[in-house]
């Protein structure tokens, strides 16, 4: 392994130290369908830099976890086999699945145990993840190195012919923190765990050839609590096509995109003009890290172009509202005044029909609030920053909400009944109490 600026050995957050000579090799986790698997949650070796290793935790010993790739209308068949010294489950970020699939932690799978997950993909095509979700060590779980891409494939996203194979690349952004012997470190303090630099696809200061080609970046924000503000180094703009429910209508331009913990983002990156020779590095400004550099080595035919129309959105509509309802997210540990209790079911929400959620902080802020069991429509923002962003338009499961900041959400149960979460996915504040169990009914 190349051997660059080492996160070892007192590399803090000083951005001036985030600017290694010498970068390490992007990895992909193998990408594998979601038919008939096992996932085993294990203790792993993850090679950081400068050809050290750390101890981690993984699927199969990936971190991230294997990418898995299903089809609109197949069945996901996964049997998670626990190898860990605590109880975790998978839940699938984003995917609409009965409750019993959901991972929540009432449905904790113990040491040694094995849980099969099985739900038909009825939704649209977009890219979702799967991490654990037991009381209180999600956080560290995750941290740990536990969370993989779900990418949803349908026919009306395969006929724009976006960019794929070599230049689809998965990509989970966050950060992390070592100690002196180079072992991944969980410190998760009440306000959310923070890390020193960070990782894409687990990699330190990464980097990857690339052809004179349109590429097409599909983001998660895997961090624990960290909002990341993307850029690239030169300025240029980037084409946002898709976000946490699959595409947009139609693409936007972007040059600066704030991205928080369990959000994602579907970006085309245009080297088309660009000369063998030329780099494009992807980095967080509010960080100052550069977290990706893309180094043009080949020129390639490339046929992909930037569609102009992407798909067809139904609002819904606030004449529809039957009902509505306020949060408010307290601090680090409450929402209305109270903390999650796993046997307690705070309210009740019929099927199929349409409500608005009204997001409120107060205090502990940012909160990524998220809902599990729908895909919801961002409304509004109040307060804050007063206004909505290209990247929240279309169907989001996860929104932010900084200080000061009231969020309307309109949201539809559509397939099942059962118990469902709303949380803060700031991992610290979700562990800490964040959490609100409600039933579809
Ligand atoms: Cu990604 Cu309930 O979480
Ligand atoms: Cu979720
Ligand atoms: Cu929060």
Redesign the pocket.
């Known amino acids: 392994m190349a051997t660059g600026l080492s996160v070892f050995g007192g590399c803090d957050s000083d951005p001036s130290l985030t600017e290694p000579t010498v970068r390490n090799p992007l990895r992909l986790p193998p990408t594998i369908t979601a038919r008939d698997q096992t996932l085993a949650a294990t203790e792993t070796v993850l090679e950081l830099d400068d050809g050290k290793t750390s101890r981690a935790w993984g699927y199969n010993g990936h971190l991230p976890g294997p990418t898995l790739r299903v089809r609109r209308g197949e069945n996901v068949n996964i049997r998670l086999r626990n190898e860990l010294h605590d109880e975790t489950t998978i ?1 699938w ?2 995917m609409i699945v009965p409750h019993s699939m959901d991972g929540h932690p009432l449905d904790a799978v113990s040491p040694g145990n094995t849980y099969t997950y099985h739900y038909p993909i009825l939704q649209r095509a977009g890219m979702n993840w799967y991490h654990p979700h037991p009381h209180h060590h999600t956080g560290e779980q995750i941290f740990g190195g536990l969370a993989g891409a779900l990418i949803v494939e349908d026919p009306e996203e395969a006929a724009l012919g976006l960019p794929s194979g070599m230049c689809e690349l998965p990509l989970i952004v966050r950060d992390a923190r070592v100690d002196s012997a180079g072992n991944l470190r969980y410190r998760g303090t009440s306000s959310g765990f923070k890390g020193d630099f960070g990782l894409v696809n687990g990699v330190p200061y990464a980097t990857t050839e690339v052809g004179n080609a349109l590429y097409r970046l599909r983001l998660l924000n895997g961090a624990n609590a960290r909002v990341f503000r993307l850029a690239l180094t030169n300025g240029a703009p980037v084409t946002l096509i898709g976000n946490d429910g699959g595409l947009l209508e139609v693409p936007a331009t972007v040059s600066r995109i704030d991205f928080a913990p369990a959000e994602r983002l579907d970006l085309l990156l245009d080297l088309r003009q660009r000369a063998v020779g030329e780099r494009v590095v992807l980095r967080c400004d509010r960080a100052g890290w550069d977290l990706l550099e893309f180094v043009v080595t080949e020129e390639i035919d490339s046929h992909a172009r930037v569609p102009e129309f992407l798909s067809t959105i139904e609002a819904l509509s606030p004449a529809d509202v039957s009902e509505e309802r306020t949060f408010r997210f307290e601090g680090n540990h409450r929402i209305n005044g109270k903390e999650f209790e796993m046997d307690r079911v705070e309210f009740r929400v019929p099927l199929g029909r349409t409500e608005r959620w009204r997001f409120q902080s107060d205090g502990g802020a940012p909160h990524p609030v ?1 809902v ?1 069991g729908a895909s919801f429509q961002v409304e509004s923002r109040r307060g804050g920053r007063g206004r909505l962003f290209p990247w929240e338009l279309g169907w989001k ?1 996860t929104v932010l909400l900084q200080e000061r900041e009231t969020v309307d959400v309109l949201v539809r149960f559509e397939h099942y009944t059962g118990l469902y979460l709303l949380h803060c996915h700031k991992l610290e504040h979700e562990d800490g109490g964040m959490m609100m169990n409600f039933e579809v009914y």
Do not use: P
């Open positions: 839940h970020h984003g998220h599990h499961d």
